[in-house]
């Protein structure tokens, strides 16, 4: 087929889509979804040492209709500039270049002077080690079988391609697997697991004193009471009901690149401004709408607070956050403006982010110092009226009666349970009954949702811990 065949179906994949949602988003899409292959690429290239070849096919195979758009994608991954480079069709150009210490970020041509973030040896860990520094084989054979169903694949697709599995009892790892390509170190990935990162840092601004959960949110662009922007607080921007009109994130298609909350993701370089500069589509507090500029717009909030500059940001994080768990292979990304891109760019080893989930089952406390407000748990993991998916505040969670939490009861899944989600499979589930943390990260499809095996894996680890 020719480049102008090519170029026709294209066209017309776009105009399709422009009937039905407008030619000014549909506009966006060659943007938008250059953009996320070269975000993508050039993180798992660059801080997880991965193989793009891989991470091109997997990502590719993981979102349905991607395939209409990949086929005509060129994809140049320079390995000495570190940097990526997408194009489609002369219609669509994003590159995403590395830099030391900041991870991957979107090249809008600012030339920015990015800070030079040096390594500084870590403050001892309050979090008592989970781990000797080798591999924990599983401790039981019916361990050991609930991790071979795990990584096992289906005869058809949709395949699991289970990249890593951790899983902690009463703070200790008791079991972890690695696919080929990965290892103990190799940071992983959160795509919106990174969501529940921007939670914890917002719950330590409100123990220090310096955000008001029901307060009007400090947002600039919002100071004036006359605007109606004026009543959205921290509670809605983590519940997703502040009702600012950006579309939805809930969906990894095809079809998602023609949301607003995209063009904000990969087009524009200050995402923050861009989510704060939407109006209203609901009533704050009204309607529950998952999208990324709720928790883009929390990361900016945590940037002004931190001291105004990315690195201020890191080390905030590492102070408060990080050295107290023991998280040494944690990469968090930003936008051109210096605000961490909090809702999908933390990278993370597998065991760090169970660290994360440890942090929630002892209730905020790390070897008896208190790193989220009292309370702060049980807040995260109350549900949120109209989120039919089951979501609290910067987690997922089983409590209540959504149709999301009831499925997943229904599948295995306890009550009792809350959890960081990352679309295409990434997860961090912490079960207080069972003194349970399992953190499971791959490459899968969002539906059916059993596709992935996590519920099978929690009922598995469940039923091998019991009696322990």
Not at 31 to 38: I, L, N, P, R
Not at 131 to 137: D, E, F, M, N, Y
Not at 447 to 458: C, I, K, N, S
């Amino acid at each position: 087929m020719t480049r102008r065949r090519l170029l026709l179906v294209f066209v017309s994949t776009v105009a399709l889509s422009a009937l039905a949602i407008g030619a000014v988003r549909a506009r966006d899409v060659p943007q938008v979804a250059t953009g996320f292959m070269a975000s993508t690429l050039c993180s798992e290239t660059f801080v997880s040492g991965l193989d793009p070849a891989s991470v091109l096919a997997e990502t590719q195979a993981a979102m349905p209709g991607a395939g209409l758009l990949t086929w005509a994608m060129n994809v140049q991954v320079d390995r000495a500039a570190k940097d990526v480079t997408v194009t489609l069709l002369g219609l669509g150009r994003s590159r995403a270049v590395f830099r030391d210490g900041l991870g991957c970020h979107m090249d809008h041509g600012e030339g920015q002077s990015w800070p030079t973030i040096r390594p500084v040896a870590p403050a001892p860990a309050l979090l008592p080690d989970i781990a000797p520094p080798r591999l924990v084989t599983p401790a039981t054979p019916a361990l050991a079988a609930a991790l071979d169903r795990a990584f096992a694949e289906p005869d058809v697709p949709p395949f699991r391609r289970t990249h890593a599995v951790v899983v902690l009892k009463d703070g200790k790892v008791i079991a972890e697997r690695y696919a080929p390509g990965f290892a103990l170190d190799t940071p992983l990935l959160g795509f919106s697991a990174t969501k529940s990162m921007t939670a914890t840092l917002i719950g330590i601004l409100v123990r220090q004193g310096k955000l008001a959960l029901h307060a009007p949110a400090p947002v600039a662009a919002w100071r004036s009471e006359s605007d109606p922007r004026h009543a959205i607080t921290v509670d809605h921007l983590l519940r997703h009901t502040a009702g600012l009109a950006l579309g939805s994130s809930l969906q990894a298609s095809l079809l998602s690149a023609l949301e607003p909350v995209n063009r904000m993701k990969f087009i524009e370089p200050d995402r923050a401004a861009f989510a704060e500069s939407m109006p209203l589509e609901t009533t704050p507090g009204g309607v529950s709408n998952y999208h990324d500029g709720n928790t883009v717009i929390l990361s900016h909030l945590i940037r002004d607070a931190a001291g105004g500059s990315a690195a201020d940001v890191i080390r905030f994080a590492q102070r408060e956050l990080f050295e107290p768990l023991g998280m040494h292979n944690v990469t968090i990304e930003f936008d051109a403006a210096g605000t961490p891109e909090g809702s999908s760019q933390m990278l993370a080893s597998a065991r760090d982010w169970a660290r994360l989930g440890q942090l929630y089952l002892d209730d905020g406390v790390v070897g008896g110092r208190r790193i989220l407000p009292a309370g702060w748990v049980d807040y995260v993991s109350t549900p949120t009226p109209g989120a039919f998916v089951g979501l609290g505040a910067g987690f997922w969670t089983n409590r209540g009666d959504s149709f999301g939490a009831n499925y997943r009861i229904s599948h295995g899944w306890p009550r009792d349970a809350f959890f960081a989600k990352g679309t295409i499979g990434q997860y961090v589930v912490v079960i207080p009954s069972e003194r349970l943390v399992i953190a499971r990260f791959g490459r899968t499809v969002n539906w059916p949702p059993e596709a992935d095996g996590v519920a099978q894996l929690v009922s598995d680890v469940m039923s091998a811990t019991r009696g322990e």
